[in-house]
């Protein structure tokens, strides 16, 4: 007699994404073959990017004991390590043409005959490490065009025409959440096993939640319309309850909670960032796409839905603003007053 309390046909990610692929047909922007491979090679970047987060505590108590290297100094070694880590699983891949990577300057081309192009930031959130709080790898992947070579030019497009991206959270566990471009899917990394499991499928952001996210400490340095939406959530002039605040302070975790629960994430523009903090291409694209995808809108500063934007460069910045539907149009009615 089967035993019911154990799972025998469960959908892994390799499994989730063949059934996709019959689903859209060969007419996709993703070639079955091509992408699964793509996606084999992300999937061992996530895997290998998560092992070395979780045994750094370890390594970093080990070398405190018996060497004079400083914590700093080990957990900068994390970042750099997820960053190889992440370009080389896209070069083993064969499939991708170049790379873009928060933590390089410039784009890194490929020898070969890839057809992708992947943004990345290998390990976002990285001043959580330290702490052990939640931290993840943001990606996403354009198709290059008929006749490219690869060049800069393949990248600097509206993120509305990536063909799939998404984000994995290194947290209790490894969760992956990804889009290409037909809703989007969570899927828990089971350790023992090596594989992602699909755990959510269609991911829907509640369309309204009093929850807001934001680097309150930068308050002072906001424009007076941000300013007064903040004040609003919390001094409701209606006399309804006033929002909850929840801060994590990586970008991945504040999202994950967002597309969860629902509520609303910003990091805006102000008079010291002029432009904002985050990455346009490696950090608003992919999560503007995923949030849309769930359902949410995700705008700039000025109410710009962010998918239409086009970077200039690749290391461009922009405000962000991302959520719940509903929380996000009312965000939009305070920054465009
Ligand atoms: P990083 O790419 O250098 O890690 O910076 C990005 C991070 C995001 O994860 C997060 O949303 C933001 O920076 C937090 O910034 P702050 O510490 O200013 O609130
Ligand atoms: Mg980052």
């Known amino acids: 007699e089967a035993n019911p309390e154990v799972q025998t046909d469960i959908i ?20 079955t073959g091509d992408f699964t491979l793509l996606l084999n090679s992300l999937q061992f970047a996530f895997k290998f990017i998560a092992h070395n987060i979780r045994r750094s505590t370890l390594v970093n108590l080990i070398g405190l004991s018996g060497t004079a290297n400083s914590t700093g100094d080990d957990q900068k070694k994390l970042d750099v390590i997820g960053d190889e880590i992440f370009i080389n699983a896209m070069k083993a891949s ?111 952001l509640p369309d309204l939640r009093s929850i807001y996210s934001v680097n309150e400490g930068n308050s002072s340095l906001w424009s007076d319309n941000v300013k007064n939406y903040f004040k609003a959530l919390k001094f409701p002039e209606d006399g309804s309850k006033p929002y909850s605040a929840r801060y994590i302070g990586s970008m991945v975790a504040d999202v994950h909670r967002t597309i969860l629960y629902g509520g609303m994430f910003a990091y805006p523009a102000d008079s010291k960032s002029k432009k904002g903090k985050l990455r346009l291409l490696y950090e608003g694209f992919p999560m503007a796409y995923i949030i849309e995808q ?5 705008i700039n500063d000025n109410g710009e839905r962010i998918l239409d934007l086009v970077p200039t460069e690749i290391h461009e910045r922009s405000g962000v603003w991302l959520g719940s539907k509903g929380e996000i149009e009312k965000a939009k009615k305070y920054l465009l007053k």
Request: charged fraction near 20%; charge should be negative; include cysteine.
């Open 12 to 31: 892994t990610l390799t499994r989730f994404i063949l059934q996709e692929q019959n689903k859209v047909g060969a007419s996709s922007a993703i070639p």
């Open 94 to 204: 064969g499939k991708v043409k170049l790379v873009v990577s928060e933590e390089q300057e410039d784009l890194i081309v490929f020898e070969g005959d890839g057809r992708y192009a992947v943004v990345c930031d290998p390990i976002d959130g990285s001043s959580n490490l330290d702490a052990g709080v939640s931290v993840g790898t943001i990606f996403g992947v354009y198709k290059l065009p008929e006749g490219s070579s690869g060049s800069i030019k393949d990248v600097l497009r509206p993120g509305k025409e990536m063909v799939a991206a998404g984000y994995t959270m290194y947290g209790a566990s490894a969760n992956l959440v990804l889009s290409t471009g037909n809703g989007c899917n969570g899927f828990t990394l089971d350790d023992p096993l090596g594989e992602f499991i699909l755990t959510h499928p269609d991911l829907k």
């Open 294 to 298: 769930a359902g949410g809108l995700a």
